[in-house]
T-cell receptor
Framework: GENVEQHPSTLSVQEGDSAVIKCTYS??????FPWYKQELGKGPQLIID?????GEKKDQRIAVTLNKTAKHFSLHITETQPEDSAVYFC????????????????FGTGTQLKVEL | EAQVTQNPRYLITVTGKKLTVTCSQN?????MSWYRQDPGLGLRQIYY???????DKGDVPEGYKVSRKEKRNFPLILESPSPNQTSLYFC??????????????FGNGTRLTVT
């Protein structure tokens, strides 16, 4: 099955700096890569996703890049703000028709991002 | 408001005492799933359901049961809880069972402690 590794496990940046979180996946058939943000006491929320036919996607201060050859993808947050402090999860999903698992996402282990004033 | 609602938010119980965590969504979603979150392990899928009366095991199904009698509800049942089931549990749903078209929406979690 799919295995997703995520680094670093904790990341501390100064307000206004950039933050980068990296993930690698094992299954070359995976074709959907979402990123979730989990604030304290809440469930994960989708913040951005990328599909395998795209190399990069941007939404205001956040961007995701995908390198299918190397099987890794990254989340980039620019001009970080205190409200960006949260746990971030990457995930990967293959074709539900092949895996038989429906909308199955395999998650990374999470990155605790702390933006310091 | 579109949401996934889990109850209770916090639960402390003793080994062997059957419990149910409820999950309900108001978005008419086909797909529902349960995850557990443990430090250093991320989110792991317990069970999922692609539609009413259709359920299947995820990666860590041992010790859990689910049912999907109605489209909106997907309860998680622990028949005989054990301390290793102490965890933070999330219910999630999506419109369709194909990830491409429908992102997962998560509830706010249930923190379970089994002593």
């Amino acid at each position: 099955g799919e295995n997703v590794e995520q680094h670093p496990s904790t990341l501390s940046v100064q307000e206004g700096d950039s933050a980068v979180i990296k993930c690698t996946y094992s299954d070359s058939a995976s074709n959907y890569f979402p990123w979730y943000k989990q604030e304290l006491g809440k469930g994960p929320q989708l913040i951005i996703d990328i599909r395998s036919n795209v190399g990069e996607k941007k939404d205001q201060r956040i961007a995701v890049t995908l390198n299918k050859t190397a099987k890794h993808f990254s989340l980039h947050i620019t001009e970080t703000q205190p409200e960006d402090s949260a746990v971030y999860f990457c995930a990967a999903s293959g074709s539900p028709f092949l895996t038989g698992g429906g909308n199955k996402l395999t998650f990374g282990t999470g990155t605790q991002l702390k933006v310091e004033l | 408001e579109a949401q996934v609602t889990q109850n209770p938010r916090y639960l402390i119980t003793v080994t062997g005492k059957k419990l149910t965590v409820t999950c309900s969504q108001n978005m008419n979603h086909e797909y529902m799933s349960w995850y557990r979150q443990d430090p250093g392990l991320g989110l792991r899928q317990i069970y999922y359901s692609m539609n009413v009366e259709v359920t299947d095991k995820g990666d860590v199904p041992e010790g859990y049961k689910v049912s999907r009698k109605e489209k909106r509800n997907f309860p998680l049942i622990l028949e005989s809880p054990s301390p290793n089931q102490t965890s933070l549990y999330f219910c999630a749903s999506s419109l369709s069972w194909t990830a491409f078209n429908s992102p997962l929406h998560f509830g706010n979690g249930t923190r379970l402690t089994v002593t």
